[in-house]
């Protein structure tokens, strides 16, 4: 049985919460990381290929950073869990094609959820979503087959879980979000307190903890952060909410 490592951050500020993902990113041949944390303060996230103006919330926010993987905005609140998967391309837990490791994870979650007492959560594949709301840049707000779905607030099928990955450098970021409640900013998805399910994110992450363990076969290490790997996190932490990469035009993806 492999061994991943198990990093809990709960409480984590905006920026230190990014840097210390890319950190982990930057760590090429380190052990894959589960990491499972919240946000203090909330914040909000944009994808890194959106631009600032096309998410109409941000303008009113007063934490907004800019996340290393791509997707809509996602309003990182208290009742929210957050978690990341990195390793090494070639590591058999993500070896294959990207939808496969779509597929592997979502699995994960999907048990996690079902475990909780969540009412049949599952991958949309085709079928329609309330939750597809047209001009807010929200994450949320856009479904695609493989994301993660199950009744929302409206009695109709809607997204709960919002993923993202980055590759770079023969590593994998695995970004995931993951709604126990109603957020302001992101009317119409589906949340555990739809299911009745009323839980913190530390026990959701208890829960996510035991289903990557059984999907990928893996047994989970709790690790704290080494100096070195803080260091790194707290560097490159200032970044994220710097205006200039907040604000950035990003160039159009190839």
């Known amino acids: 049985m492999a061994a991943w490592h198990l990093i809990e951050t709960w409480g984590a ?3 230190f919460a990014m840097g210390l993902d890319e950190a ?26 959106q631009r600032f103006d096309d998410v109409p919330a941000a303008a ?3 934490n907004v950073v800019r996340r290393l993987t791509g997707g809509g905005a ?3 609140h208290a009742q929210e869990l957050t978690f990341s998967v990195t390793l090494d391309a070639d590591d058999p837990a993500y070896r294959g094609s ?9 699995e994960a979650v999907i ?7 969540v009412a049949s959560p599952r991958m949309r594949r085709e079928e329609p979503v309330g939750s597809d709301l047209a001009g807010t840049g929200m994450c949320f707000h856009e479904s695609t087959p493989q994301d993660i779905c199950w009744t929302g607030p ?36 589906a949340t555990a307190a739809d299911s009745a ?26 690790t704290a952060p080494d100096a070195d790997l803080l260091a790194s996190a707290q560097q490159m932490a200032a970044r994220y909410s710097d205006p200039g990469f907040v604000h950035r035009e990003p160039r159009p993806r190839r």
């Open 197 to 222: 399910v009323s839980i913190d994110a530390q026990a959701a992450g208890a829960a996510l903890r035991a289903a990557f363990a059984r999907e990928f076969d893996v047994e989970l290490m709790p």
């Open 13 to 15: 500020a905006p920026g």
């Open 98 to 106: 990207v939808p496969d490791s779509y597929e592997r994870a979502h």
């Open 154 to 189: 409206a009695g109709a099928l809607a997204k709960g879980v919002g993923t993202a990955q980055r590759r770079t450098a023969g590593r994998i970021l695995h970004h995931g979000s993951i709604k126990l409640g109603p957020s302001p900013l992101e009317a119409e998805v």
């Open 111 to 117: 048990h996690a959820l079902a475990t909780l007492g």
């Open 74 to 76: 996602i309003h990182h």
């Open 60 to 62: 009113a926010h007063p």
């Open 24 to 49: 982990l990113l930057r760590s090429v041949g380190r052990a894959p990381t589960l990491r499972l944390y919240s946000w203090a303060p909330d914040a909000l996230s944009l994808g890194y290929f």
